[in-house]
């Protein structure tokens, strides 16, 4: 295990708490003020401008952590709309300030033979770009407005048998082979689901309304346009994720219906119903791989010590230091993730475990992303760390894959193993329509940003046909097909974050595919890709990483062949 220690600061007070603007501005006024007459000037200038974006950050993080962690408690959600409408928008064009200064000085040609520092400073230029000053209390609105997405989700949940359960925990019970059972949960979910439609539709015309004027003062004539160029998309293009998309209905959605088929034939029915799709076909109880948390996290420091003893080491850290809350309660928001703390360098993995094979592969995933922190910790600029989502993404994605034999941690039942990896490789490719199917949604909803709803619910009816098998019998209960998106976290918060999921899926089959080869080999390029953190442009690092970054018919055609290949074997 590890010793960790928040590194000594050496440009911001040890004690600073961030009650009010006036307790950080004096830091951006230096730094705003500060003269630079040589390389060294200019090299502290970026060090300490970096410890006060590691510090903000974190501040913000834990936030966001303790909100989302318990949506009841008011206090904890001011806290965090506090500090994204009263210091966020202080801060927004202090940045611009210091991003120009950081574009001006002459040094900085001094440092873009490092990669490193390129990378950096092309990102610095391209904030510049769209910086507008009337964009800073919109964007601090969107924030604000998004976040009611958790709570609208948080606060759903069902009675079954005299008891409360969450969404999730009530979805769980949707593998169960008793259909009576699947049936009754499957309405009580939908019912209560229904109650929020309008919620649901209300907050996004919100959003969908402000992100465009954000575009719009930006100097694009869309939202989707101007997201291109803010997530910093420099290594592909709006055509290539349409080719994506094309790919995969071509390549993808025929196999993708050809194991549904098989699941349909095993299940003996002519169509699923929509409370069938997650049981096993063949009558056998849902896999349980854990009880608690507590198993969960020992079986998964156990499998990753057996994969590279630092991967253990890093979620027992974590452990150690209360950086991970993994069971699904009442009023936590759902989902999970791996929240990154550029301070001290150790991140926070939040999840909402019931006991479910997802879980597990929700855990390894969020502990890869955790692995790529503790890699990269030790590089010397906030900005070296703030990764790309297809970078960060490579590291989780490509974990679940690599821990798929270590399984046997849960699984002492040899079938119950065969089935786990069976469901992780087939969900490997059935995944990849409804990422398209979602990317595709979004280029639609902000190129055709005046739709209304009920043309976007026929969009999105629409895509189901083109990405769907057509194997599921909605009827009686077509609104829930036609308002399916609104399950997507990402569409509400984290607008154009998911076909990432594709592009890093491909990857990760590839650095899979390596370890079949030569597992030591695979285990080392995967580290070292993750160290670089974001210090190349995202096809170097796949490059370091063993895989190509190609998301092109014939090289998905490739990858679908050898995973189609895999299956057979199993």
């Known amino acids: 295990m590890m010793t960790i220690n928040k590194p000594t600061r050496q440009f911001v007070a040890q004690d600073l708490k961030i009650e009010s603007w006036d307790s950080i501005s004096v830091y951006f006024k230096d730094l705003v003020e500060r003269e630079i007459n040589s ?92 910086y507008r000053k009337e964009n800073i209390q919109l964007i601090s609105e969107v924030a604000t407005e998004s976040q009611k997405f958790g709570s609208i989700a948080a606060a759903q949940s069902i009675e079954y048998n005299g008891e409360t359960l969450t969404i999730q925990k009530a979805a769980s019970l949707l ?68 080719d994506f998309h094309t790919s995969v209905k071509q390549v993808i959605v025929p196999i993708v219906r050809k194991i549904q088929q098989d699941r349909l034939d095993r299940f003996g029915k002519t169509k699923f119903m929509p409370w ?4 096993d076909p063949e009558g056998k109880d849902p896999l349980k791989p854990f009880s608690n948390g507590k198993e969960l996290l020992e079986g998964t ?28 309660k009442d009023g936590k928001s759902p989902g999970g993730y791996n929240y ?34 503790f890699l990269s910790r030790d590089l010397e600029l906030t900005g070296f760390k703030n990764l790309p989502s297809e970078v960060a993404e490579l590291a989780s994605m490509s974990m679940e894959l690599l821990s798929m034999e270590n399984w046997d941690e849960f699984y002492t039942d040899k079938d119950d193993l065969k089935r786990a990896k069976k469901e992780q490789l087939e969900s490997s490719l059935t995944i990849l329509p409804w990422i398209a199917q979602v990317d595709e949604f979004q280029h639609w909803l902000y190129e055709k940003y005046n739709h209304t709803t009920e043309e976007r619910t026929a969009k999105w009816v629409s895509l189901c046909k083109e990405y769907g098998t057509g194997l599921t019998d909605w009827t009686g209960n077509e609104d829930l097909l036609e308002t399916s998106w609104q399950r997507q976290l990402h569409i509400f918060e984290v607008p154009f974050y998911y076909i990432e999921y594709g592009i890093s899926q491909l990857g990760a089959l590839g650095v899979w595919k390596n370890s079949l080869e030569n597992k ?51």
């Not at 929020?196 to 869309?222: C, W």
Request: contains cysteine.
């Open 301 to 328: 420091v156990n499998m990753f010590n057996k994969i590279d003893t630092y991967f253990g080491d890093c979620l027992s850290t974590m452990d150690t230091m209360n950086h991970l809350d993994l069971e699904s």
């Open 340 to 373: 990154p703390l550029y301070e001290i360098g150790v991140p926070f993995i939040f999840m909402n475990a019931v006991g479910s094979q997802q879980d597990l592969v929700t855990m390894v995933h969020e502990g890869g992303h955790a692995i790529h922190s």
């Open 39 to 130: 390389i060294e000037d200019f090299k502290t200038w970026l060090k300490d401008n970096s410890e006060l974006e590691a510090i903000l950050e974190e501040d913000a993080a834990w936030r966001y952590i303790k909100m989302t962690i318990d949506t009841k408690d008011e206090s904890l959600s001011k806290a965090y709309t506090f500090f994204v409408s009263e210091i966020q928008p202080q801060i927004a064009p202090l940045e611009d300030i210091i991003n120009r200064k950081l574009n001006d000085i002459e040094f900085t040609q001094a440092l873009e033979s490092d990669p490193a520092y390129t990378i950096l400073f092309r990102g610095v230029k391209k904030a510049l770009e769209l």
């Open 520 to 570: 030591a080999l695979a285990i080392e390029q995967y580290k070292n890709a993750l160290k670089l953190a974001y210090t190349r442009s995202i096809p170097e690092i796949y490059d370091v990483a063993g895989v190509k970054f190609d998301f092109t018919i014939d090289h998905i055609r490739s990858l679908a062949d050898f995973i189609e290949k895999q299956l057979e074997k199993l």
């Open 276 to 279: 069938d799709t997650q049981v």
């Open 175 to 242: 593998k169960e082979t008793d259909e009576d059972l699947r049936k009754t949960i499957f309405n009580k979910i939908s019912s209560r689901r229904r109650q929020d439609i309008h919620s649901f539709n209300e907050l996004f015309d919100t959003l969908l309304k402000k992100r465009h004027q954000i575009a719009t003062n930006a100097g694009f004539k869309n939202f989707r346009d101007y997201k291109m160029e803010a997530l910093g998309r420099f290594d592909y293009t709006v055509q290539d994720c349409y």
